[in-house]
């Protein structure tokens, strides 16, 4: 029957008033997180163990052909591609894309039906279609539209030979897609920006050139870099008209030797190294025309950037 | 009563007329008819409600908008059009560049050039417009950066200034091409009210240095303080003029009565 009161607070109270310092912290174990990660790396460990094993890869001749002559070249002819058709589809969507936003309607139609076409069809098919050019055009003729009167003639397989047409293919379809995402970037600029050029005097073309470009590559280098690697692996469909690039060089040794599957890794092996190089090369293109727009943002785009097709 | 004391001098160069300037957006007409006078080293204030036409009124005098009715001159020359004869001809794209080089704007959104510096955004008309040289233009625009109270800010990016120094750049901007008239398209409307203050500052200091300016506002103490005269805008149309005690301080029509009893 001892009712006296014990000295003790109540428990609750002198745990909250201990510093937390003194404490213990358990973190939360994510147990969900450890199970999910040992079953994908029990997955990748087999995978890896199937390829490791298996005879048919036959890394000692990936390793005998990945910088043989032939592969270089290849690679060569990949790489002159991807930098002229990007060039050409560059120049020529800032043409297209100036043309599709002119108060001209002429020039508005005949860019939107170019964009329209060329977006419309399978770059595959429209490379096939340059290929045997010369079974629509036999001979390609330089001189005056409507009349007899010639310049020059030219038989169209000996102007347009493979190389030629997968150049035309790849930079024409890609004059399209350039078109869009310079046209995009255009329009990305604020409407103030034309109006502050043109009431300090510049001209169109100066606003253009020194004002709203400068500001729209903002918004066109990530997706044009996306394009860049993506024209750069879609240089392969040109071994479908015997172009020379990668993929037909190391298919041409392998139809003679049937190494299938190590030349193919070959040819992977530098498509990877190279997409590789131009991430970075993009990153650095980011950060020059980011300037004055605080380097936030900048990381976000980069992590955040979709792909354009 | 510096208004009076100007006023006084009419035989002062007109710098703006404007007589029956008609503007339509489709089919809402916008300006109907508008008559004003700018006299050299005068500082004229639109005032108005929202929409009555004040900020399009004030692109026309620049050519930002065309007219489609009466006539808009700027220190003599026709905005946009050559007269020959009974004829008007349009300007090419390029007269029409030239004719804007001798007219400042600064807009109620800054407006600066945001991948260009302080400097480069106040060099860079001069440099590629009028082919000063780099150096020249640089150390004008440290000049122009200081008069706008900005000194040492030449290497910031638009981004890193305030909102008050940003339009205070884009003062400095329009002042770098020389002109003799300077337009303001509600320069303070965007801006936090504590930095109001300093861009009127700046604006203040062009008009006592003589400056021809006009000036789209809703502070009516400045236009009180520094306008020479006052116009005020409602529907499209000029309801009154005058002094700006004349038009402030004693309004003569209702729907100037009826708006400034809602502003001030």
Redesign the interface.
């Known amino acids: 029957m001892n009712s006296t009161p014990t000295s003790t607070a109540p428990p609750e109270r002198s745990d909250a008033r201990v510093a937390p310092a003194d404490l213990e912290v358990v973190p939360l174990r994510h147990w969900g997180r450890w199970v999910a990660a040992a079953i994908m790396m029990l997955f990748a460990a087999s995978f890896a163990w199937s390829l490791a094993r298996n005879p048919n890869l036959e890394w000692s001749v990936v390793g005998e052909y990945l910088f043989k002559d032939f592969v270089i070249k290849g690679v060569g002819i990949t790489l002159m591609l991807t930098v002229v058709a990007m060039v050409i589809g560059t120049v020529g969507g800032v043409l297209i894309a100036v043309m599709r936003l002119s108060s001209n309607p002429v020039l508005q139609a005949i860019a939107g039906f170019y964009v329209w076409f060329f977006r419309g069809t399978p770059l595959l098919v429209q490379i096939i279609f340059w290929g045997f050019l010369a079974a629509l055009y036999e001979r390609l003729v330089i001189g005056i539209p409507f009349t007899d009167i010639t310049f020059a003639s030219f038989d169209t397989n000996s102007v347009v030979g493979p190389m030629t047409a997968a150049v035309l293919a790849l930079s024409l379809n890609e004059v399209a897609y350039a078109a869009e995402i310079v046209r995009g970037g255009i329009g990305s600029v604020d409407d103030g920006q034309d109006d502050a050029a043109s009431a300090l005097g510049l001209t169109k073309v100066q606003a253009m050139r020194t004002i709203t470009l400068p500001q729209a590559m903002r918004v066109i280098v990530p997706p044009m870099g996306n394009e860049t690697v993506t024209m750069l692996k879609s240089t392969a469909l040109v071994s479908v008209i015997g172009g020379k690039d990668l993929l037909t060089a190391v298919q041409s040794v392998y139809a003679q030797n049937y190494k299938v599957i190590p030349l193919l890794v070959v040819a992977a092996l530098w498509y990877l190294a190279l997409t590789s190089i131009l991430s970075i090369g993009q990153y650095f293109l980011e950060k020059k025309y980011g300037k004055g727009y605080g380097t936030a943002s900048m990381g976000r785009r980069w992590l955040g950037r979709g792909v354009a097709r | 009563m510096t208004a009076t004391d100007q006023s006084s001098t009419t035989d002062t160069a007109t710098m703006v007329e404007a007589l029956g300037v008609r503007k339509s957006f489709g089919r809402t007409e916008v300006l109907k008819g508008i008559d004003l006078t700018v006299r050299t080293g005068e500082v004229t204030c639109l005032v108005g409600p929202s929409g009555s036409g004040k900020s399009t009124f004030l692109?026309c005098i620049?050519h930002?908008e065309t007219i489609d009715g009466g006539s808009l001159s700027v220190n003599g020359h026709l905005v946009g059009y050559r007269r020959k004869g009974d004829r008007l001809h349009e300007l090419k794209?390029?007269e029409v560049?030239?004719?804007?080089?001798d007219?400042?704007?600064v807009?109620q959104?800054f407006?600066?050039?945001?991948?260009?510096?302080a400097a480069q955004n106040i060099m860079?008309?001069p440099v590629?417009?009028r082919g000063e040289s780099r150096k020249v233009a640089r150390e004008r625009a440290s000049q122009l950066l200081e008069r706008v109270g900005l000194a040492g800010r030449e290497n910031q990016?638009?981004?890193h200034l305030s909102g008050g120094q940003q339009q205070r750049v884009?003062i400095a901007?329009?002042l770098a091409?020389r002109p003799p008239l300077m337009l303001f398209d509600e320069p303070t409307s965007a801006l936090d009210p504590e930095l109001v203050g300093e861009v009127l500052d700046v604006m203040k200091g062009l008009a006592s240095d003589g400056m021809t300016m006009v000036v789209v506002t809703h502070e009516m103490g400045f236009a009180r303080e520094v306008g020479d005269s006052v116009y005020f805008m409602d529907d499209g149309v000029v309801v009154e003029s005058g002094t700006p005690s004349q038009v402030l301080e004693n309004p003569r029509h209702e729907r100037t009565k009826a708006f400034l009893s809602k502003v001030l």
């Open positions: 692109r620049n930002l794209p390029s560049a030239a004719q804007r080089r007219i400042g704007m807009f959104r407006n600066l050039f945001p991948h260009m510096t860079h008309a590629l417009v990016y638009p981004a884009a901007r329009a091409m």
